[in-house]
């Protein structure tokens, strides 16, 4: 390994091991989950590369659904972020808004080692309806559907309803997409489609 590469490493060890263990944790679940999938990884696995150990994970999160639940809540809070800090800059453009929003979410989908969108992924894996991960899904679901449709309306944009309805598949479909057929091709596709749709809303 060289030197510059195992002086990173190390650095992020030490970082990580500064941490408080429920951080630790809940960080080793992050990158667990979202790159090897939520039903691959287990309790055992997040532990040690958290550097603890179970009881002390059964402490702070009561089962591995409830670990999960919180790993989701933390991603759906990062992505909702992300909407109301651009909404001030695009206060008085609520289509840029949108679009901008939908450019920055795509970077993160392109980003190397990408598996797409976290949330849409775990809908997947957690097709239960009591899990208390589904209850973070389709909260998180309901929400971004409502803020398109308010900026829709807020746009003057006819069929401002079904145009979020719209939004919100475009946006599923490209982060699955980027799983079948590569990470280049369904961001673009989907600002291209993005654009289409807040431009025939205008002219409705």
Known sequence: MPVKKARKTKEMAVAQNAQPPRARILSAAHDLF?????????VDLVAASAETNKMT?????????????????????????????????????PKGHILAWLAET??????????????TNAAIELPEPDHPGRAVIEAHKRGMRKRFAARCRAAGLKDAEMIADQLVMLLDGAGVAMQTIGL???????????EWLLGAGSSR
């Open 184 to 194: 280049k091709g369904p961001v673009a596709s989907l600002l291209r489609h993005a």
């Open 34 to 42: 979202y790159h090897q999938g939520i039903r691959a990884v287990g």
């Open 106 to 119: 795509g970077r993160q989908m392109e980003r190397p080692g990408s598996r797409g969108c976290p949330i």
């Open 57 to 93: 994970l059964y402490r702070h999160f009561d089962s591995k659904d409830a670990l999960v639940a919180e790993y989701l809540q933390e991603v759906a809070t990062e992505i909702e972020a992300s909407w109301d800090r651009l909404a001030i800059t695009h206060a008085d453009d």
